[in-house]
């Protein structure tokens, strides 16, 4: 125990490489998650567990960056709008959606999705057409709009599985030799089954006498096998809104349990050595028995049988986590009430709680922040593994409960590493900041480790 | 010691307690009505709906009181001879889970998950101490070498990974990348399979790789620590001045002088990874306690999990036990005269 004034710890933290590095790295995270409360909507992560929400996102897909990486392309995930054209020619109107996609990749996309909204009356042709990088025009769709004598609103998907696509592109095959399937056959060179790349323009036209068609909503989705900063996980989520909420999660985890026991611990032990005799031993024994309770499988318990929500998990986690701080800082306490100002004060007849929240504490607080620090990996790790045995809180994307998801699904056996590795490294980094800036806190306040 | 026990399970029977009484009520009603229901005479011997009704129910609280679940599960009663009976290790009939063999005894159950825990996590404890001591004295030898950098930065830095992640990793590396070792470690033959042995070692390998790589930076670091502060003392530099040669020093003087807390260490650290036990075998599928307490928990099998968590917590006291035995071996100060 040495008394090392403020100024003198912020001198040496400054000194110190490794705590500047810690220092760095948590206003990394800290920065990420301001910019994620702000900007990414809060609907996102309370949609989390919602199928709906990403159902035109594709499944289980690599990170887009990894094109830049390899030579074969992937084709990427695609959200197309459309430019819109109308024209008009003997009274019949025509209102054209064209959606341009320039296509480079080395393998073809999983399928197409067009999803429209329009407002009309009266009966309309649609007809889908696809106009290829070679000149050739194939006929998709042929259907009507449902016949309405009023304004109506009306939503439509086409999908690049429809059986009647299949047919009408049979029927054009005769004369243009193409290999199986809708979307093969779309995408691929005349005469053999290489994909054709350039630029293909997908067109909806909507013909419709007098009067025309209000296109509302309009997109086309191209399914690729890439997306995204992060990829996509099996449930077609977007891995970065997960990895991004989860960042303000953990260290809100990690920092209020450290806190909170820290805190508990302290003003326990301070408060037992401080004391003494009879309360000491008590206090003391109390202590060893939580101490000898194995910790995780009652985490586990507790969180089967009382709650998962993640502010109780907090509390549960506090329990397990404040004893060896309360042993450490008895000691301490032990130590410090020899000394003669607070032997002084004791004459003096203050009141114990003033002499122990007035002298004896703030003797220990470079020694709390130093715990507070060190405590925190523990418990970001301690959460992560409770969700990761699928006993988190759902309703909140932490880094364990995509790691849970993953394990699920089986992600290491099948390769999806793009599930697996980010979560697990936003742990480790979020940990070894703290962990720097807790060693270079310590090594301040206990001179004897610097050797 | 034995305190600590007894408060133990006495936590674990009042947490799981209330939600076991309902699922085996339901049970029991379930059951009468399954029963009733079955022989139609009865059905037809009522005319009023309502009477039948009173009737079943009336089966249902005979049958309640006759199992004793009419008291509540904290009723001293009920609460001794829970107690008494765990004591004497009769853990009784698991509700749902069942060993490999076909058992549904929870003391039988465990007897045949418990040597494999033992098994994987006594041998990557010892590999990992070995490992540890080894290169913690070596980097005590020379701080500040490379050796001794290396070592330093690898504890920081893999003390941060979940071992659990490091595993899915490990699975995805071995297991699909290059498939040398099987994703799931529990092995696909029965246990009286001659081969079985074998067959166990070879799934177990990835579960140790993993613990060790974990592990061993860990322990590294503590070793030179200790080292470091024993190779200040005044008896080493004697040594020295004596001209022995460094080398002898750390390995035969120094190295045992450090043997108190590293044993402590180690025999605490054996039965801390116990608790951890239940993640890491859930990731790799190893058929030991781990799993056993995971798939209790999420079945809610009470007698399951009161065992389970009785014996882990004996394994715990005992090692704490063992440790403070050892240092008194290993350190012949602290023993007492007699």
Known sequence: MSSVSTDEIKKEFLKSRLGLTGIFILAGLIIISITTIAIIPTSTFQDWNNPEKWISYPKTSVPSWVNFLSSDKIPEHKIISPEIFETKNDGIILVSQQFGISFEYDDYPSDFIFETKTKYSDSHLVQIKVLRPDGVTLELLSTTLPYSETETTHSQRYFSTDDMMKKNLKLQKNELDFSEGTIETVFSQLGNNEILKGNYIFIIDTYGIEEAINVLESKMILGGKAFGIMGTDELRRDLAIGLLWGTPLALFIGISVSIGSVVVGLIYGVYSGYKGKKTDEVMMRFNDIIYALPALPFLIILAVTISNSIFLMIGFLMIFSWVGIAKVSRSMSLQIKTRQYVEAAKIMGQKDSKIIFRHILPQLLPYAFASIAISVPAAITTEAGLSFLGLGDPSFPTWGQILHDANTYGAAAQGFWWWIVPPGILIAVTGLAFVFIGNALDSIINPKLKR | ?338
């Open chain 2, 1 to 338: 010691m034995f305190g600590v026990l007894m408060i133990t399970l006495l936590l674990t029977i009042s947490l799981v307690g209330s939600n076991m009484d309902t699922i085996l009520k339901q049970g029991i009603i379930y059951q009468v009505r399954a029963e009733i229901t079955e022989n139609t005479t009865i059905s037809q011997a009522f005319n009023e709906p309502e009477e039948f009704e009173k009737f079943v129910q009336q089966k249902i609280d005979e049958r309640i009181k006759t199992l004793g679940l009419d008291e509540p599960w904290y009723s001293p009663q009920r609460l001794g001879y829970t107690m008494y009976k765990i004591l004497i290790l009769d853990f009784g009939n698991a509700t749902f889970l069942a060993s490999d063999s076909g058992s549904s005894n929870v003391g039988e159950i465990i007897l045949e998950k418990m040597p494999k825990t033992v098994l994987l996590f006594t041998t990557a404890t010892i590999i990992i101490s070995v490992i540890g001591i080894l290169l913690g004295a070596a980097s005590s030898n020379k701080i500040g070498s490379k050796t001794d950098r290396i070592t330093s930065t690898f504890a920081v830095i893999s003390s941060s990974f979940p071992v659990w992640w490091i595993g899915m990793l490990m699975i995805f590396v071995f297991a699909f990348v290059w498939q040398i070792f099987p994703a799931r470690a529990t092995p696909s033959i029965e246990p009286d399979d001659p081969g079985y042995i074998l067959a166990l070692l070879y799934h177990m390998a990835l579960p140790v790789i993993t613990i060790v790589l974990i592990g061993f930076g860990a322990w590294a670091y503590l070793v030179r620590n200790f080292m470091v502060g024993i190779m200040q003392e005044d008896f080493i530099n004697a040594k020295k001045t004596m001209g022995i040669s460094k080398k002898k020093i750390v390995y035969r003087h120094a190295l045992r002088n450090a043997a108190p807390p590293i044993v402590t260490i180690l025999a605490l650290s054996l039965s801390g990874s116990l608790g951890g036990a239940i993640i890491t075998e859930a990731v790799f599928d190893w058929p030991g306690m781990g799993r056993l307490y995971f798939e209790a928990i999420s079945v809610m099998d009470l007698p399951v999990i009161i065992g389970s968590t009785y014996i882990l917590t004996v394994l715990f006291l005992i090692s704490i036990f063992i440790a403070d035995l050892l240092y008194g071996y290993f350190d012949p100060r602290v023993r007492t005269s007699n």
